[in-house]
């Protein structure tokens, strides 16, 4: 049965739409409806990162066209007034890019999504090269994975290492994700033990952990 995807290698996308430092505007604009996606790297030299131009930072130009500058001077704004007046990615681009590489735990490009608030992530190299690129929706295919699957893994990942060795069984069931555990076990200290690993496989919802001291009397249903 095959493992859980853990790293973003595993769910990037490796074949990358991209731009360099000088392309126009309009190219910009073409190339994401084309490929219909919001946001593009920006490459220099054989293909290293510099950073990324998304929609957001197209908008100003539409946003500021009929207004007068005088009225926009707030310092809050005048990234933005600045960005109107574009007309390259290189002047467009967020910079440095937020970036993450291909050994990455899927959690840790999660976590560095929702900290940094970016949709999408380019995938580099130790030198800063693209390799891919990672989104939202790639983080959330593992929750695609099968029941079965899920519970093959929860069985030989962390029932057999946990209780096998000492005889005792505990029973997985998966049901849309969600992890049910059952079983009379010697050392209750690890319950919360087999829940903790059982959460961390990946495609996981929940963890129901019902697993009981074998001292305890048994239930008659």
Not at 72 to 94: H, N, V, Y
Request: charge should be negative; charged fraction near 30%; include cysteine.
């Amino acid at each position: 049965m095959p493992s859980s995807p853990h790293s973003v290698s595993d769910v990037m996308t490796q074949t990358v739409v991209a731009v360099g430092r000088d392309a126009p505007f309009k190219d910009i604009i073409s190339l994401m409806e084309q490929w219909k996606v919001s946001a593009l790297p920006v490459l220099e030299g054989e293909g290293r990162v510099i950073g990324v131009v998304s929609e957001a930072d197209l908008l100003p130009k539409e946003e500021f066209r009929d207004s007068d500058p005088d009225r926009f001077t707030q310092l809050r704004r005048l990234p933005d007034l600045a960005k109107a007046g574009a007309l390259t990615a290189g002047e467009l681009m967020s910079t440095p890019a937020v970036t993450v590489h291909a050994d990455a735990t899927l959690a840790e490009a999660a976590r560095i999504m929702a900290v940094r608030k970016v949709k999408r992530l380019p995938v580099v190299s130790a030198e800063g090269m693209l390799e891919g690129l990672v989104s939202r929706a790639d983080l959330l295919k593992v929750f695609l994975r099968s029941d079965d699957d899920i519970a093959e893994e929860v069985r030989r990942e962390v029932v057999s290492p946990l209780f096998h060795a000492t005889g005792e069984t505990a029973r997985v069931e998966v049901c849309d994700g969600v992890v049910t555990l059952t079983g009379r076990i010697r050392d209750t200290s690890f319950v919360p033990v087999a829940a903790r690993l059982a959460r961390a496989v990946e495609g996981v919802v929940d963890v129901d952990c019902r697993l009981t001291s074998a001292a305890a009397p048994v239930d008659p249903d």
